[in-house]
T-cell receptor, first 114, second 116 residues
Framework: AQSVTQLGSHVSVSEGALVLLRCNYSSSVPPYLFWYVQYPNQGLQLLLK??????LVKGINGFEAEFKKSETSFHLTKPSAHMSDAAEYFC????????????FGGGTRLMVKP | DAGVIQSPRHEVTEMGQEVTLRCKPISGHDYLFWYRQTMMRGLELLIY????????DSGMPEDRFSAKMPNASFSTLKIQPSEPRDSAVYFC??????????????FGSGTRLTVV
C-alpha cells in the first residue's frame, strides 16, 4: 500500500520568501514521486517528478524537490515566492508495483502576500 | 497534442436531471481516470479504465453515477438523477502504460458542475 501526507493544508508566505511545502510518503517498494500544481479554475499540471534518478529534482517555475529516503520525504521548495505561485499543490506517489495508480495527498494551498 | 479534453467546462442543471460529462484522452494513452474535487473531500478517484475496460469503480459514490468508455478516444461520466450534493469539479486524466509509473497523469481542465 502507498500513501501520502501533506503537512499543512494552507501555507502563507510573503513575496520573495522561501516556499516550503511538505510531503511525506509511505511505500513498501521504491516510490515514484510527483508534485502537481493547480491554479484557480484549472486542472492539475505536473510540476516535477522523481523516478529513481537524481534525488534533487528541478521543475518548472523555479521549484525543486529533494527525495530523502531516510525521511520518506519529498518536500517542495522555491527560494523566492512570486505572487503567481499562489495555487494548490498536490504531492503524489506511485510505484512499479502499483502499476498506473498514483495516490494523491490532500493538497496544500499556497498563499503569497505582497 | 491538444492534451486531455473535457466538455463542457461548466454545467448548471436542475436537481433530478441527467448530466453527462465527456472526456477525450491523449492519443496513445490507455489509462483513463475520472476524479471529483470538492472543498470538503478534496480530490477523489471515482473510476479508472485500462484499454477501455473499467478496472476499479469502487470510488463511484452510488448507483446514480455511471461511466463508459466505448472506444480509446472517448469516455463519459453520467449522473442520473443529479442532486445538489453532486456539485463539484470533475476531472478526467489519462496516462500511457509504457513507462507509466514515471510519467504520471495528464489532467484535463475539468467540468464544473452545479446542481440547483
Amino acid at each position: 500500500a502507498q500513501s501520502v501526507t501533506q503537512l499543512g493544508s494552507h501555507v502563507s508566505v510573503s513575496e520573495g520568501a522561501l516556499v516550503l511545502l511538505r510531503c511525506n510518503y509511505s511505500s513498501s517498494v521504491p516510490p515514484y514521486l510527483f508534485w502537481y500544481v493547480q491554479y484557480p479554475n484549472q486542472g492539475l499540471q505536473l510540476l516535477l517528478k522523481y523516478t529513481s534518478a537524481a534525488t534533487l529534482v528541478k521543475g518548472i517555475n523555479g521549484f525543486e524537490a529533494e527525495f530523502k529516503k531516510s525521511e520518506t520525504s519529498f518536500h517542495l521548495t522555491k527560494p523566492s515566492a512570486h505572487m503567481s505561485d499562489a495555487a494548490e499543490y498536490f504531492c503524489a506517489v506511485g510505484s512499479f508495483r502499483a502499476g498506473n495508480m498514483l495516490t494523491f495527498g490532500g493538497g496544500t494551498r499556497l498563499m503569497v502576500k505582497p | 497534442d491538444a492534451g486531455v479534453i473535457q466538455s463542457p467546462r461548466h454545467e448548471v442543471t436542475e436537481m433530478g436531471q441527467e448530466v453527462t460529462l465527456r472526456c477525450k484522452p491523449i492519443s496513445g494513452h490507455d489509462y483513463l481516470f475520472w476524479y471529483r474535487q470538492t472543498m470538503m473531500r478534496g480530490l477523489e478517484l471515482l473510476i479508472y479504465f485500462n484499454n477501455n475496460v473499467p478496472i476499479d469503480d469502487s470510488g463511484m459514490p452510488e448507483d446514480r453515477f455511471s461511466a463508459k468508455m466505448p472506444n480509446a478516444s472517448f469516455s463519459t461520466l453520467k449522473i442520473q438523477p443529479s442532486e445538489p450534493r453532486d456539485s463539484a469539479v470533475y476531472f478526467c486524466a489519462s496516462s500511457p502504460s509504457q513507462g507509466a509509473q514515471g510519467n504520471g497523469y495528464t489532467f484535463g481542465s475539468g467540468t464544473r458542475l452545479t446542481v440547483v
